[in-house]
């Protein structure tokens, strides 16, 4: 069921590269709701990626550029003004990558040449796009800015490693601009912190089956898939969170709240007597 909420808005949405990305997702909605938009990513997405079946479905234009550089993103948005006949109404940041995390890296042993890059492109690229927007006076008044974030920004997971810190980065990065930008021209800046998802990148994440496992025991809603976020997403972008800025909006079936629930304390319960069969441990006097 569409609802027209983005009926006559324009966007540009960062980060699709085939049907398992978030961003993917996003663009269906958003056309389908009725926004026209631009898509950007990486050259090195257009040649291993998707993208152009998305540009055909959804009647985009593709802008390659690099998100970490300035000049690609004034390519990008001053392209994307071009081509949609005036200022956008929302942007969608869906960019992040942790080479650390591709090379196993632990966190008390980064590279830091790595730990750099995942910093610029998962969290500072956020910074230099909002700033390049406001620069070129790109974006409608009471227009909005989402990127996408993780509950690891505020709790430690194991194996998240430095994309952790760069999530809390994009969030902070979120709340300072988001009060300049709401101040000055009433344009909204929030992050959605998601459940784990199995993205393209996601399922590069090892052990991320048992973590979404895990969620899904904790969450009372269960996860949130891709779909149900980009329909978050929309919502957003849509006049109806006019005034819901510099926010991290959970997205995660309720994870984010909980401590423990009956469906992960019976599994834990379950390996502990298995562990005990087993002669795994002992337990202390």
């Known amino acids: 069921m569409t609802y027209n909420l983005l009926k006559g808005k324009r966007g540009i949405i960062f980060g699709a590269l085939d049907h398992d990305s978030i961003a993917w997702k996003v663009a269906e909605k958003a056309h389908e709701e009725g926004a026209i938009f631009t898509l950007s990513n990486t050259p090195l997405a257009l040649r291993f990626g998707e993208i152009n079946e998305l540009a055909e479905k959804t009647g985009a234009q593709i802008i390659m550029a690099d998100a970490t550089s300035v000049s690609d993103l004034e390519k990008v948005i001053s392209q994307s003004m071009e081509i949609l006949g005036g200022k956008i109404d929302f942007i969608l940041h869906s960019i992040g990558m942790s080479m ?157 709240s909980m401590g423990m629930s009956l469906k992960a304390m019976k599994m834990y319960n379950k390996s502990i007597d298995q562990a005990i069969e087993n002669g795994d441990f002992e337990f202390d006097d």
């Open 100 to 256: 650390n995390v591709r090379k196993g890296k632990k966190y008390d042993e980064l590279d830091y040449g790595f730990y750099h890059k995942t910093l610029d492109v998962s969290a500072i690229s956020f910074h230099k796009m909002l700033q390049v927007a406001r620069k070129l006076d790109a974006i409608t008044e009471w227009g909005s800015v989402v990127a996408l974030s993780y509950v690891a920004a505020q709790r430690t997971l194991f194996r998240y490693n430095d994309m952790a810190d760069a999530k809390a980065m994009l969030e902070s990065i979120a709340r300072s601009f988001g009060y300049i930008y709401g101040r000055d021209k009433k344009i909204r800046v929030n992050t959605i912190s998601q459940s784990p998802t199995l993205t393209t990148a996601g399922k590069g994440v090892k052990g991320i089956d048992s973590l979404i496992d895990f969620t899904e025991r904790m969450s009372p809603l269960g996860n949130a898939n891709a779909e149900e976020c980009a329909n978050y997403c929309v919502v957003m972008f849509s006049d109806l969170t006019k005034k819901v800025t510099m926010q991290n909006l959970y997205h995660d079936g309720g994870f984010s």
